[in-house]
Every structure is written in C-alpha cells, then in structure tokens.
C-alpha cells in the first residue's frame, strides 16, 4: 500500500510549460525531473564534465521526508550520465530551485536540452535520530569488521 502524500510545488518562470514531476507507472518510485534550460542554451558535458542543470521547480516537503534525486537507469547505461551526489538530498526545509547536478562519466560528450528527463525524485521518510554518547556498545557477531570483512 502506498501512502498518500501531497507536496506544494511551485514552477519557476523558466519552467513555464515544462510537465510537473509525475510517476510514470502506478508502480514507479520515482517522478521524472526535466531539464528546465533556456531552449537555446543546451548543455553539452564533456566525458567527466559535471553541471547543476535546473528543474524550475521549488518544493515544500513535508517535515518528516526528504527528497532524494536519483539517476535514471536509461542516461547511465547508454551514456553515462549520472547524479554526482546520487542520491541527492532535498530538505524538507529547502525552498530553492530543486537543481540536478549531472556527471558524464562515458566516453563520448552527451548534450542536455529543455524537457529532457534528466534524474527522478523520491520522497521518503527520514528517522529523526538523536545520537547519545555511550561508554560502551552492545557486543555483536560483526564486531568491527566491514570493507570486505566476510568475503568478496
Ligand atoms: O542534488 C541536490 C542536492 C541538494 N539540493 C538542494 C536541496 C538541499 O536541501 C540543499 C542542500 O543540499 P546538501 O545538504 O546536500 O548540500 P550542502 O553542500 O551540505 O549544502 P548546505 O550547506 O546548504 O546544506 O541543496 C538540490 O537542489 N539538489
Ligand atoms: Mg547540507
């Protein structure tokens, strides 16, 4: 079951005409983000060339939730475009321009135009977690391995 939630979004002058971020099954986790860029200012990235690229939109997320912005599968398999910070973190505070910082990590220089599907936003629930300094830790079976610790 999935929980209904609403979040007011406004759109930026410059993402005047763009599609609002909708699921594109019943069954998608994510809403397609686009590019909001000028028509005639495309955005070409060099292999390893990173950009913020603007989605014209502005969100109110409600307290208890984050946005987070992801790659879509399609960009990176074909042309290496993926999320720098992937996942990127929208604040449920934040009321800036929702921006996609893009890397090219292919071979080839991949051009980015206005409507494009760039990444997709999740909305997920944050734990608001208190850390409290602590003598000791439970003891268990992992103990302090990790990186590699059971094997490749
Ligand atoms: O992919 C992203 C990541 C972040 N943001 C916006 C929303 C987020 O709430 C804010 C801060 O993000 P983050 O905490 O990741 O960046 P920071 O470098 O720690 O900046 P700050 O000092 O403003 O928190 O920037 C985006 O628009 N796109
Ligand atoms: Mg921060």
Known sequence: MTMPLSIPVQRLAHGEGLPL???QT???AG?????????????TLAPRARAAVPTGLTLAIPEGFEGQVRPRSGLALK???TVANA???IDADYRGEVKVILINLGEEPVTIRRGERIAQLVI???TRATLIPAD???KTSRGSGGFGSTGR
Request: no cysteine; glycine share 10%; net charge negative.
């Open 136 to 138: 000791t830790l439970d």
């Open 87 to 89: 996942p990127g973190t």
């Open 124 to 126: 997920a629930p944050v």
């Open 26 to 28: 019943s069954g998608s």
């Open 79 to 81: 042309h290496g475009i």
């Open 21 to 23: 971020p909708a699921a």
């Open 31 to 43: 809403m397609d983000l686009v590019a909001a860029l000028p028509d005639a200012e495309p955005v």
